[in-house]
């Protein structure tokens, strides 16, 4: 990897043993349990205005997306951060919020600014 991309801030590994269950370190958004999941930012990511960035580039967020974002704080799940959303400024049901957030969450944890934990 390092041939490929040199400038890697730090690179992430998973070992587990087979008898482990899944269930333990497995992130699934098709799951229905990912509302447990406890986002973070990531080593050198962040929020700044409504973009959110990574070392090497950001993306603007939109006012839908930009209140979930901004409370992130490694100790809230996305369930919790859904809730606290649409207590304040979301207007719909909370069943599309959840499954926005769901959405939301899952590509910014594809695309690395966001850690996952259970």
Same mark, same amino acid.
């Given at each position: 990897? @390092?041939?490929? $991309?040199?400038?890697? &801030?730090?690179? *992430? =590994? /998973?070992?587990?043993?087979?008898?482990?269950?899944?269930?333990? $370190?497995? /992130?699934? *958004?098709? @799951?229905?349990?990912?509302?447990? $999941?406890?986002?973070?930012?990531?080593?050198?990511? %962040?929020?700044?205005?409504?973009?959110?960035?990574?070392?090497?580039? #950001?993306?603007?967020?939109?006012? &839908?997306?930009?209140?979930?974002?901004?409370? /992130?704080? %490694?100790?809230?799940?996305?369930?919790? /951060?859904?809730? &606290?959303? &649409?207590? #304040?400024? =979301?207007?719909?049901?909370?069943? @599309?919020?959840?499954?926005?957030?769901?959405?939301? =969450?899952?590509?910014?944890?594809?695309?690395?600014?966001?850690?996952?934990?259970?």
């Amino acid at each position: 990897m @390092e041939r490929i $991309y040199s400038t890697n &801030a730090c690179h *992430f =590994f /998973i070992a587990c043993r087979p008898e482990r269950p899944k269930e333990s $370190y497995v /992130i699934d *958004f098709a @799951e229905s349990t990912f509302g447990d $999941y406890i986002p973070q930012m990531r080593k050198a990511c %962040g929020l700044s205005g409504a973009e959110i960035f990574r070392s090497d580039w #950001s993306m603007k967020l939109n006012p &839908a997306q930009l209140p979930l974002v901004q409370l /992130i704080d %490694g100790k809230r799940s996305i369930q919790e /951060i859904a809730d &606290a959303v &649409a207590q #304040s400024t =979301f207007v719909g049901k909370e069943t @599309e919020l959840r499954e926005f957030a769901r959405r939301l =969450f899952q590509s910014l944890w594809q695309l690395d600014f966001v850690a996952m934990s259970f």
